[in-house]
């Protein structure tokens, strides 16, 4: 009996050894980007380089929204405006599609669901060039709103294809109440179907915010001038020049990272089953 | 709205259009049209002034790019880069999924931990990967100098094509295993615990289980997801692009065509190329993949 204890101990030992093993090689980006982040600017290009900052220093995180020394502010602004407007589209446009998938019987519903499945699999580099000049011949070009709508357009086939596997768990007897009651269509969708579904469509946010905010393709086509430059593109256009700080450029994306690592794990905890995990593209 | 209710309310059909009908007119006018306007800029020459008028030129940009030795590097360069990244990182997110499959303390923080190189940003990443493997004081060199005594000299790690594409191949798999992590999480949640029991009264091995059992009921998974990947990694871009200027694949070709050459046409030609490389891959799964994801 005893030997079989230890036994277990020891396959536990050397089961969680793995796994911080595992643990530690993921983490170590992201310890290397704390750890510069805290570090004065001569230490970050020392050698030989330290893990643990030998003089902590939290300065550049001040300094990354002080507007006088580093554009940061200015790339947030731009980024929240293109990543809110891409997911409130996107969630509505889901919301009326996923709905009418979900719901309605109609003709030609299978070609349209396969269609949104196959737009899913394509990504816009193979579009740029078109997009580009359509765009700019109707004077979007160097404007966020070009950026949002292709954003809303890579997002919405996962948008419609999430919220309607959410609609598809509510009983549609839920309705009848609605239709009793005297709602509209639009009515039951918005007053009773919506509601019920909230953590999907959170996530469905979640999922569009992300991917907009975390764009470069699109930002990088479509936007020259720094006032509108968008995170990603702001801060990879500093490589280079003297507003080049790795302290500042790591605090600068740890800030970045953070929102979208809260908003997924949150949307990870509204959701029960992982059935939807795969719907995140990237 | 109930206006709207009797205009709408007697078919289920028109009440679906009226639904559908901002989502199918944004795609058709932004993903639609564009791929016929591509096949249309793909046989023009395309000055450089917007003013000007392009020119039709045939099939012209075509033979160029098939002409072009860069195009067929570039083409290499993709599929391997494919296959390496679809396959290992598919094969890592299995073997981790299969691993953590079970109970344990701390398994949401390893769940959280494991996820976060595919949520977060892909320029924060590779910010930190340039520190990482910077040449003059990256910490690689570090550990590969001083650490373990590989080399004397510091590999030139993203400015040179061998050591890019390794190092671009990495960086890949690690942000993208996360989804095949995902994906088979969640098929091994839903499995039925007692045939592993059965299994193990009869003294099975792991891998037996997992041959027997397992493997079968992650399959269709894994169909969808090596498909996915292999799509999105071939016209992949962004993450290669800020990394590296040595690994040339097909969406940065593609790229720098378009916005560094600034030749549209023949931009559009490549796009037109790599569109039916794609299409034609959608076409061979997509009966198999349509399949799995109405299950």
Not at chain 1, 11 to 40: D, T
Not at chain 2, 274 to 292: D, E, P, S, T, Y
Request: proline share 5%; aromatic share 14%.
């Amino acid at each position: 009996m005893k030997k079989t204890n230890n036994k277990k101990i020891l396959k536990g030992i050397w089961f969680y050894a793995r796994v911080i093993l595992v643990v530690l090689v993921l983490l170590f980006p992201f310890i290397i980007m704390l750890s510069i982040s805290l570090k004065e600017t001569a230490e970050t290009i020392g050698y030989p380089p330290t893990i643990i900052p030998r003089n902590w220093e939290i300065q550049h995180f001040f300094d990354i929204f002080n507007a006088n020394i580093f554009p940061f502010n200015k790339y947030m602004r731009n980024s929240l405006y293109i990543a809110l407007a891409t997911s409130v589209i996107a969630v509505l446009l889901g919301i009326l599609g996923g709905y009418a998938l979900s719901r309605l019987k109609f003709k030609g519903k299978s070609l349209i669901s396969e269609m949104f499945f196959l737009v899913y699999m394509f990504s816009g580099i193979l579009l740029i060039v078109p997009l580009f000049k359509m765009l700019s011949a109707i004077g979007l070009s160097n404007s966020r709103e070009a950026v949002i709508i292709c954003m809303i357009v890579q997002t919405l086939p996962t948008a419609i294809y999430m919220t309607r596997s959410y609609f598809d768990t509510i009983p549609a007897e839920l309705e009848e109440a609605g239709r009793v009651d005297g709602l509209s269509r639009m009515g039951i969708i918005f007053r009773i179907v919506v509601p019920l579904s909230m953590s999907g469509i959170i996530s469905v946010f979640v999922y569009a915010f992300m991917i907009a905010w975390n764009d470069v393709l699109f930002a990088s086509i479509f936007i020259d001038s720094p006032e509108l430059m968008t995170i990603p593109i702001g801060l990879n256009s500093l490589f280079n020049t003297p507003d080049y700080i790795w302290g500042r450029m790591m605090a600068a994306s740890l800030v970045t990272s953070l929102p979208i690592v809260i908003m997924y794990g949150f949307s990870q905890r509204l959701i029960k089953s992982g059935s939807t995990a795969g719907g995140v593209k990237g | 709205m109930s206006i709207k209710k009797k205009k709408l309310g007697g078919s289920d059909t028109k009440f679906a259009m009226f639904l559908l009908s901002p989502s199918i007119l944004l795609l058709v006018m932004l993903i639609g049209y564009p791929l016929i306007y591509n096949i249309v800029i793909s046989c023009q020459d395309v000055p450089l002034n917007p003013n000007l008028p392009s020119e039709f030129i045939g099939l012209q940009n075509y033979i160029e790019v098939f002409k072009d030795p860069e195009f067929y590097k570039s083409v290499f360069v993709t599929l391997s880069f494919t296959v390496v990244v679809t396959g290992i990182s598919t094969v890592l997110g299995l073997i981790l999924s299969v691993f953590l499959n079970r109970p344990f303390f701390g398994k949401k923080l390893v769940n959280s931990i494991i996820i976060l190189s595919y949520v977060v940003p892909a320029v924060c990443l590779i910010f930190t990967w340039r520190y990482m493997f910077n040449n003059i004081y990256g910490i690689m060199n570090y550990f590969v100098i001083d650490v373990l005594g590989i080399t004397d000299k510091a590999p030139l790690w993203f400015d040179q094509p061998a050591s890019a594409f390794i190092l671009v191949s990495i960086f890949a798999i690690w942000k993208f295993f996360p989804y095949a992590y995902l994906s088979f999480n969640a098929i091994l949640q839903s499995m039925d615990n007692s045939l592993y029991e059965a299994a193990d009264i009869d003294g099975a091995t792991s891998w037996e289980k997992f041959k027997v059992i397992t493997y079968p009921a992650i399959k269709p998974t894994l169909v969808t997801v090596v498909s996915l990947r292999t799509i999105w990694v071939f016209y992949i871009y962004t993450e290669v692009y800020l990394l590296t200027k040595q690994v040339n694949v097909l969406g940065v070709y593609l790229y720098d065509m378009a916005f560094a050459t600034h030749d549209f046409g023949k931009a559009a030609a490549i796009s037109i190329v790599l569109f039916v490389f794609i299409f034609a891959l959608i076409m061979l799964i997509r009966k198999k993949v349509l399949k799995v994801e109405e299950d």
